[in-house]
């Protein structure tokens, strides 16, 4: 049974960092790229960050790019988020997720395994 348990989130000020990780069991974790979604209080659940199953390609949301970075230890089948710069609108429950086949690492219908979520709340 695939199982991914995210930690990391807590309650942080504007500019502070958080570092998210993502614990995956039950699947082969070399075998599949992961992601990052987020999603605020009466918002859709949003792309944040992918990073293919080798490590060599990492992809980011606009929003995130330069102050985010995603990355994976295969050997430890955990994939992080670390998150610099921190700003109130990045306030959301954040979850990690399996990518499924060819589709686009942007799109949420892409990811089939999810996690369960870890809150994270930036004040200013």
């Known amino acids: 049974q695939v199982q991914l348990v995210e930690s990391g989130g807590g309650s942080v000020q504007s500019g502070d960092s958080l570092r998210l990780s993502c614990a995956a069991s039950?699947?082969?974790?070399?075998?599949?790229?992961m992601g990052w979604f987020r999603q605020a209080p009466g918002k859709e659940r949003e792309f944040v960050a992918a990073?293919?199953?080798?490590?060599?390609?990492?992809y980011y949301a606009d929003t995130v790019r330069g102050r985010f970075a995603i990355s994976r230890d295969n050997a430890k089948n955990t994939v992080y988020l670390k998150m610099n710069s921190l700003k109130p609108e990045n306030t959301a429950v954040y979850y990690c997720?399996?990518?499924?086949?060819?589709?686009?690492?942007?799109?949420?219908?892409?990811?089939?395994?999810w996690g369960q979520g870890t809150q994270v709340t930036v004040s200013s």
């Open positions: 039950g699947l082969p974790f070399v075998a599949y790229a």
């Open positions: 997720a399996r990518k499924e086949g060819s589709g686009s690492y942007y799109n949420r219908g892409s990811y089939r395994y």
């Open positions: 990073v293919s199953r080798n490590t060599v390609s990492t």
